[in-house]
């Protein structure tokens, strides 16, 4: 699987965005009649990001580059078996 990309706002920190995302790809797979690999791949690994992060971090992170008007985007992806992820500013 390839990596998942995340946009927080001031409204939506990154666990919420993160959370949004795993429900949604949930969901969808709920509604689905058949097998998704590609979509199962995606819940797994929300579901480690969100089980593992220091989102207290995260958000400090990057709530000071939101609050100046900045996008952050939070790429995550597998790293030795465990989430892992990079914050891009622009």
Request: glycine content about 4%; proline content about 2%.
């Amino acid at each position: 699987m390839g990596c998942i990309e995340l946009f927080p706002s001031l409204s939506h920190c990154i666990e919420t965005t993160a959370k949004e995302e795993f429900w949604s790809s949930v969901n969808e797979y709920a509604q689905s009649n058949q097998e998704d690999e590609k979509l199962e791949q995606k819940i797994e690994l929300l579901k480690a990001f969100l089980e593992s992060m220091d989102f207290g971090k995260l958000r400090s992170e990057s709530e000071k580059y939101l609050l100046q008007g900045k996008t952050v985007k939070f790429v995550i992806y597998w790293k030795e078996d465990r989430p892992s992820y990079d914050m891009l500013i622009d």
